[in-house]
């Protein structure tokens, strides 16, 4: 649904934001430290597509997500993605 890029509500983007903050800090669903790698490329999807529609709190967020539970090549991805600057 993400990488079709349609224009979704603001709302649907915070409860995107707030469900993958919720799956990283969930420890039951994190097995020795790692998610699945399908949660972190929807999280790349996320930034790549909406990076100019979150708000700072919401990047904030993504970022602690990415400190508290990384991947080995996605997670520079989403970082270098989120802190992307419009010229």
């Not at 890029?5 to 919720?22: C, H, N, T």
């Not at 979150?54 to 539970?69: P, Y």
Request: aromatic share 8%; proline share 2%.
């Amino acid at each position: 649904l993400l990488s079709k890029k349609y224009a979704l509500p603001s709302m649907v983007k915070v409860g995107i934001v707030d469900f993958l903050e919720k799956v990283s800090l969930n420890s039951g669903l994190i097995c020795k430290g790692t998610l699945p790698v399908i949660y972190h490329q929807t999280l790349l999807a996320l930034c790549q597509f909406y990076k100019f529609d979150l708000t700072d709190e919401e990047k904030n967020k993504i970022r602690s997500i990415c400190n508290r539970v990384s991947h080995h090549s996605i997670s520079e991805l989403v970082l270098k993605e989120i802190n992307y600057k419009r010229i």
